[in-house]
């Protein structure tokens, strides 16, 4: 799953560069998808409630009940693929607490 | 009411690459047509007045009794695209503000009788109406009429909310650049926001040789980025420029490859099964050097 997405980022400005197809319309396809995510990415956020914040603010808050985390989040996008759109998140490991088994 | 578009046709259909017509003659069968159709892009100088112009002189010319409404303030545009510059008394906001009749604003074409404008105001500014008072002004209309298309001006601020308002449906109008498809998107996710649910699309000025050579986003590149459904595809086209030059819509013109393409767009915004076609460059080896001289009048065989 996840390596589909990265695979579906990489923008063809590298893969020309390997030898793939090189035009300006996948450039523009690239860049645009980029900029759709990002934006509609913003528009899940601060403008209209702070949902982007208390998004992260959420996420962490259950993330650093299981691991050690660092506080700000490496990425927190959106990203589609085809017609769906992805939560990706990643965040930097401190340190591993020691591992409870569950119950 | 979220703005986040999160894949407004993926939900439905799942396959972006399907066209849509078969979808939208379901949706007319069921409910009856929309009459007050939005013509928005975001991003300036796509085409949106043109657009207006010719839909509207496409569903006259279909027997249909039609306004075509231009709601930028400050900015009018519409009338010159239609030649009828010179007739105008009254405007919309006299209209509104009760200055004149409803019927004193409205500007008979002079190509079509069941066609009519209604002007913009040219010395006031966009903040001076508002949508309900468009909304009333077209529910009037829709009593006598089969279609109002409106023309929305630019942007996304009072002008935008103002021409979206009365509206039933929303075509939204790009080309096939990076600038006008991301602001389209983002029209998109407030005409969603507003309830104006599917909008649909036409790409304008798409240069078929470009496409082909790989050197210009096609349908599908735009249809996969943006998720809605396509109602037409129209080429640039010198014709329209000189159609537009004499104040006449480019649909008048039997030649003009746009025209062509703004007569079946109008037919498929009427409910019928026109299916999409592939615009392709002239291949025939004079019109390339034609093309090549730049003394050929356009690059394309249909729309
Ligand atoms: N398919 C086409 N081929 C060639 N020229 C075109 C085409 N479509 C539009 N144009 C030209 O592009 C210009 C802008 O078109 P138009 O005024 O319809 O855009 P608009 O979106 O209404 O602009 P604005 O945002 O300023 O209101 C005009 O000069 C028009 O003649
Ligand atoms: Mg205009």
């Not at chain 1, 990415?41 to 992260?56: A, F, M």
């Not at chain 1, 927190?76 to 020691?98: C, G, T």
């Not at chain 2, 069968?29 to 007050?36: E, F, G, L, Q, R």
């Not at chain 2, 079946?264 to 460059?281: H, K, S």
């Amino acid at each position: 799953m996840l390596s589909k997405l990265l695979r579906a980022k990489t923008p063809n400005v590298i893969r020309s560069a390997r030898g793939g197809p090189d035009n300006t319309r996948s450039i523009a396809k690239n860049r645009l998808n980029a900029a759709l995510s990002r934006d509609r990415y913003d528009l899940l956020g601060p403008v209209r409630s702070g949902r982007r914040d208390s998004l992260e603010r959420d996420l962490y808050a259950a993330i650093s009940s299981h691991l050690e985390v660092d506080s700000e989040f490496h990425e927190l996008e959106i990203r589609r693929l085809n017609d769906s759109f992805y939560l990706v998140a990643s965040v930097r490991i401190q340190a591993m607490l020691p591992w409870a088994p569950a119950g | 009411m979220s703005e986040i578009r999160l894949g407004g046709k993926g939900k439905t259909t799942g396959n972006p690459s399907v066209c849509s017509e078969r979808d939208s003659r379901i949706t007319t069968a069921a409910i009856p047509p929309s009459k007050t159709i939005v013509v928005t892009s975001g991003k300036g100088g796509v085409g949106k007045t043109t657009t207006t112009a010719n839909i509207g002189a496409g569903l006259a010319l279909r027997g249909h009794r039609v306004v075509v409404m231009d709601t930028d303030i400050g900015l009018r545009n519409l009338d010159v695209v239609m030649g009828l510059e010179n007739r105008i008394v009254y405007d919309l906001v006299d209209a509104i503000e009760g200055r004149c009749k409803l019927n004193q604003a409205m500007i008979r074409d002079r190509h079509q009788q069941e066609l009519y404008l209604i002007p913009a105001a040219q010395t006031r500014d966009k903040n001076c109406i508002n949508p309900e008072q468009l909304t009333d002004l077209c529910r009037r209309l829709e009593e006598d009429f089969d279609y109002i298309i409106i023309d929305c001006p630019a942007g996304i601020e009072q002008g935008f909310r103002n021409a979206i308002g009365p509206a039933q449906e929303a075509i939204v109008v790009t080309t096939p650049e990076v600038s006008a498809i991301r602001d389209a998107d983002r029209v998109i996710g407030l005409l969603e926001a507003a309830e104006l649910q599917h909008p649909r699309l036409i790409i304008n000025r798409i240069r078929p040789g470009m496409v082909k050579r790989g050197d210009m986003l096609d349908k599908d590149d735009i249809v996969e980025l943006l998720a809605v459904d396509v109602l037409g595809l129209v080429p640039a086209d010198d014709r329209l420029i000189t159609a537009t030059n004499q104040g006449v819509p480019v649909i008048h013109d039997r030649k003009a490859p746009s025209g062509q393409a703004f007569a079946r767009i109008a037919a498929r915004i009427d409910g019928d099964d026109v299916p999409l076609m592939d615009l392709e460059p002239k291949s025939n080896l004079m019109n390339r050097v034609r093309y090549l001289m730049g003394i050929n009048r356009s690059e394309y065989t249909h729309a």
